[in-house]
Antibody, heavy 121, light 108 residues
Framework: VQLVESGGAVVQPGGSLRLSCAASGFTFDDYTMHWVRQAPGQGLQWVSLITWDGRLKYYADSVKGRFTISRDNNKNSLFLQMNSLRPEDTAFYFC???????????????WGQGALVTVSS | SYVLTQPPSVSVAPGETARIPCGGYKIGSKSVHWYRQKPGQAPVLVIHNDNDRPSGIPERFSGANSGNSAPLTITRVEVGDEADYYCQVWDTDEHRLIFGGGTSLTVL
């Protein structure tokens, strides 16, 4: 299993950014995927999940209405569109995989290396 | 909203047993998972579903879950076990995934 995030950057408050996660080594369209973030020196915070078929999406309260999770199963890719970014969104964003196929068990057996998003003027 | 409580730090001598608490209201009714994160690395799952170990995780790692407490126990602690440890649950009512604040394990 390999998960590779990209798209991290420095962006001004109020700006937008789109993160991508390229997945390989498993049947991507069978697995629920998540985004988890970690501010530098801080703990883990769950951001969002999308089920294997894209039908269900859930968000943390702190990002609801600003972030949108999506996936392209034909391209084995996961995305996170982030709008109205705030300084408190500054963090490493990890793409993570649920261990069970065609269901959601709400835990992670694989993580990417993370993409750094910095929101600063 | 559901909260998981962990102490910021736990210290233990090599060879001793480390117990890392994770508290939450009626946490015994939820499935608890634990992750280990070493500096500069992504987290790694060490315990899932309260007390199941993924392949490659030594038997020294075990979990428990009852009432309002779900501790992680590491026996015969090694210097290589030094890391941050996070407990995690799924809040079924609010459809949110919750992490504890994390505990830094120091092996003296």
């Amino acid at each position: 299993v390999q998960l590779v995030e990209s798209g991290g950057a420095v962006v001004q408050p109020g700006g937008s950014l789109r993160l991508s996660c390229a997945a390989s080594g498993f049947t991507f369209d069978d697995y629920t995927m998540h985004w988890v973030r970690q501010a530098p020196g801080q703990g883990l915070q769950w951001v969002s999940l999308i089920t294997w078929d894209g039908r269900l999406k859930y968000y943390a309260d702190s990002v609801k209405g600003r972030f949108t999770i999506s996936r392209d199963n034909n391209k084995n890719s996961l995305f996170l569109q982030m709008n109205s970014l705030r300084p408190e969104d500054t963090a490493f964003y990890f793409c993570t995989k649920d261990p069970s196929s065609n269901t959601a068990t709400y835990l992670f057996d694989s993580w990417g290396q993370g993409a750094l998003v910095t929101v600063s003027s | 909203s559901y909260v998981l409580t962990q102490p910021p730090s736990v210290s233990v001598a090599p060879g001793e047993t480390a117990r890392i608490p994770c508290g939450g209201y009626k946490i015994g009714s939820k499935s608890v998972h634990w992750y280990r994160q070493k500096p500069g690395q992504a987290p790694v799952l060490v315990i899932h579903n309260d007390n199941d170990r993924p392949s490659g995780i030594p038997e020294r790692f075990s979990g428990a879950n009852s009432g309002n407490s779900a501790p992680l126990t590491i026996t015969r602690v090694e210097v290589g076990d030094e890391a941050d440890y996070y407990c995690q649950v799924w809040d079924t009512d609010e459809h949110r995934l919750i992490f504890g604040g994390g505990t830094s394990l120091t092996v003296l």
